[in-house]
């Protein structure tokens, strides 16, 4: 007499593991880390001035001295922040688009620092090589490369020289500018336009990191 076939059963632990391992793209604090930081690019750059505004040929003239080109660069801040960043921005984004090793070896640098420790899922080792590596072996291979490519290679010097250039222009503009056109608020509160939406990214990193909390303690 034949026996009765065998009927194939899976493992719940087994299917427990694969359903809890994910990409690190997928992860919940990754996810939420995204969705805040947007949120607040888009509330700050809703508070951006028109252009036409901040370029008008007419309200340009010369300081009569230091102090009155200090004064007009702190009102022209106030109303044109966002413009001021925006244009920080666009004048670090032009250089390394015009470097695309640096650019390349940036974006490799952050990807490494996200994928590979911030929003890295605990239960899924890092595995190179067939070499296993631990959370601090990978945080300190990862500082030692941020290290080399800020201090040693080209990367460091493009991003110090395109911020400098960018604050030259930033300031030549907010001291020939004159702010008496301006509608300056005095009682505008200290956090408000740009730096609000720098309030928002900075909450926004601390709700991810508060996320992620649990994993890089339990890596620690």
Not at 138 to 156: E, K, M, R, Y
């Amino acid at each position: 007499m034949a026996s009765p076939p065998t009927l194939p059963i899976s493992s719940p632990q087994a299917t427990t593991g694969g359903a809890q391992s994910q990409p690190p793209i997928a992860t919940p604090a990754f996810r939420s880390f995204i969705n805040r930081l947007s949120a607040s690019v888009r509330q700050g750059f809703s508070q951006r001035r028109p252009w036409s505004e901040l370029l008008d040929r007419t309200a340009f003239s010369r300081p009569d001295n230091l102090t009155e080109a200090a004064s007009r660069i702190r009102k022209n801040f106030n109303y044109f922040r966002v413009n001021y960043i925006s244009l920080l921005a666009f004048v670090l984004a032009l250089s390394l688009l015009s470097h695309p090793f640096s650019l390349l070896v940036l974006l490799s640098l952050l990807a490494s620092w996200c994928f590979l420790y911030l929003f890295r899922p605990s239960d899924q080792p890092l595995v190179i090589f067939g070499r296993t590596f631990s959370d601090r072996e990978t945080l300190l291979i990862l500082v030692v490369s941020t290290i080399i490519v800020v201090f040693l290679t080209t990367v460091g010097s493009l991003l110090i020289s395109a911020s400098l250039v960018g604050l030259a222009i930033v300031c030549a503009h907010g001291a020939f500018r004159i702010p008496e056109d301006l509608f300056l608020d005095d009682q505008e509160p200290a956090n408000a336009g740009f730096l609000s939406f720098l309030g928002g990214a900075a909450s926004s990193a601390a709700a991810a990191a508060a996320a992620a909390a649990p994993a890089v303690a339990a890596r620690v």
